[in-house]
């Protein structure tokens, strides 16, 4: 990937205050974002159009006005941008996570359901299906995630598969995806989103694993119980990435997650661990916006139901343009 020109993102919070202290600059960074290569109508797809001093758009094709932050999170927000922006930050870089409590005693968040609905915003956009899928070799199994935590009552126990690509190294990336059960249309739909064809895909010899799996993959079986070995794992790096994750979802700031917004839990916590080497938390703040303006929005109603939607959204990839002061990623 070539270096851009200019910096994509604020390396520190001083950073972020500086370059985001008006609202209008706040929300072209979303409009860059979103249209790296200039404004696309939403509704028409024409990517004719003139930008007003209030800085949304007038479609030249249809005459619709639309704002960079349309049929996204961001949409009908009254929230400022500025704190909007500022939550995104603390968010990716408390690494043990960041409860509703803490962001509203950060920010000038009028009340704790804002706060609350704004993290699960942000995290109904953390994982994108289809996106990104894992390959080389990969490790896959089924596991629950959550389970009960003495003195903070029961959580819930849901069942998830789980990829996980093993290399020389140790673990790459990983793809965790809530599955209604283990059966094999499941396990089917979930290598067909996470693992690209071709990919060695290693998993214990359980029958549940469609046999399309070895037309498409190379595909390794693994006997449970290995012979003359017991205690071997059978999947070690799996294993590893579900103790991780649990270990990460039990912890305080996670409070007790419900089986129903545990997956969005899982998916905070893939978008972390995916992330582990990033050089700096700017790049998550900006893996996370770009996420955000390609995400679809999400109703306040549907965050108490069910945490999240699952949009399948494109992420943009920054242009490099020439720069100005005011806006140093422009
Ligand atoms: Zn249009």
Same mark, same amino acid.
């Given at each position: 990937?070539?270096?851009?020109?200019?910096?994509?993102?604020?390396?520190?919070?001083?950073?972020?205050?500086?370059?985001?202290?008006?609202?209008?600059? %706040?929300?072209?960074?979303?409009?860059?974002?979103?249209?790296?290569?200039?404004?696309?109508?939403?509704?028409?797809? &024409? $990517?004719?159009?003139?930008?007003?001093?209030?800085?949304?758009?007038? %479609?030249?094709? %249809?005459?619709?006005?639309?704002?960079?932050?349309?049929?996204?999170?961001?949409?009908? =927000?009254?929230?400022?941008?500025?704190?909007?922006?500022?939550?995104?930050?603390?968010?990716? &870089?408390?690494? $043990?996570?960041?409860?509703?409590?803490?962001?509203?005693?950060? =920010?000038?968040?009028?009340?704790?359901?804002?706060?609350?609905?704004?993290?699960?915003?942000?995290?109904?956009?953390?994982?994108?299906?289809?996106?990104?899928?894992?390959?080389?070799?990969?490790?896959?199994?089924?596991?629950?995630?959550?389970?009960?935590?003495?003195?903070?009552?029961?959580?819930?126990?849901?069942?998830?598969?789980?990829?996980?690509?093993?290399?020389?190294?140790?673990?790459?990336? =990983?793809?965790?995806?809530?599955?209604?059960?283990?059966?094999?249309?499941?396990?089917?739909?979930?290598?067909?989103?996470?693992?690209?064809?071709?990919?060695?895909?290693? /998993?214990?010899?359980?029958?549940?694993?469609?046999?399309?799996?070895?037309?498409?993959?190379?595909?390794?079986?693994?006997?449970?119980?290995?012979?003359?070995?017991?205690?071997?794992?059978?999947?070690?790096?799996?294993?590893?990435?579900?103790?991780?994750?649990?270990?990460?979802?039990?912890?305080?700031?996670?409070?007790?997650?419900?089986?129903?917004?545990?997956?969005?839990?899982?998916?905070?916590?893939?978008?972390?661990?995916?992330?582990?080497?990033?050089?700096?938390?700017?790049?998550?703040?900006?893996?996370?916006?770009?996420?955000?303006?390609?995400?679809?929005?999400? /109703?306040?109603?549907?965050?108490?139901?069910?945490?999240? =939607?699952?949009?399948?959204?494109?992420?943009?990839?920054?242009?490099?343009?020439?720069?100005?002061?005011?806006?140093?990623?422009?």
């Amino acid at each position: 990937m070539p270096t851009p020109a200019r910096p994509a993102y604020p390396n520190s919070y001083a950073d972020l205050r500086l370059w985001f202290d008006e609202e209008w600059k %706040c929300l072209d960074y979303l409009d860059w974002l979103r249209w790296p290569n200039g404004f696309s109508c939403p509704a028409c797809a &024409n $990517a004719h159009g003139w930008q007003a001093p209030d800085h949304r758009w007038r %479609c030249a094709g %249809c005459g619709k006005r639309v704002s960079a932050l349309a049929g996204t999170i961001f949409h009908g =927000t009254r929230t400022s941008l500025s704190v909007w922006f500022s939550a995104a930050w603390l968010l990716v &870089n408390s690494k $043990a996570g960041l409860s509703a409590t803490q962001l509203h005693r950060e =920010t000038e968040l009028g009340s704790l359901q804002t706060a609350w609905a704004m993290l699960h915003r942000y995290r109904s956009v953390m994982a994108q299906p289809g996106r990104d899928r894992l390959s080389g070799n990969v490790e896959v199994d089924v596991s629950y995630l959550g389970g009960s935590v003495p003195g903070r009552g029961s959580l819930g126990r849901v069942l998830f598969a789980v990829a996980v690509e093993v290399d020389a190294d140790g673990l790459g990336r =990983t793809i965790v995806a809530l599955i209604p059960s283990a059966g094999t249309a499941q396990l089917a739909a979930f290598l067909l989103d996470s693992v690209e064809p071709g990919s060695r895909v290693v /998993t214990h010899d359980w029958s549940a694993y469609p046999a399309g799996i070895r037309d498409r993959y190379v595909h390794v079986a693994r006997p449970i119980v290995a012979p003359g070995s017991p205690t071997r794992q059978v999947l070690p790096a799996v294993r590893r990435v579900v103790f991780q994750a649990n270990h990460w979802l039990m912890g305080p700031r996670q409070g007790a997650v419900s089986a129903e917004h545990l997956p969005a839990y899982v998916d905070e916590w893939v978008f972390r661990f995916n992330r582990r080497h990033s050089d700096s938390r700017g790049q998550l703040f900006h893996a996370l916006l770009g996420y955000a303006v390609a995400g679809a929005p999400v /109703t306040y109603q549907s965050l108490l139901k069910t945490g999240r =939607t699952r949009p399948a959204p494109s992420l943009p990839v920054p242009r490099v343009e020439s720069g100005s002061l005011a806006l140093p990623w422009r």
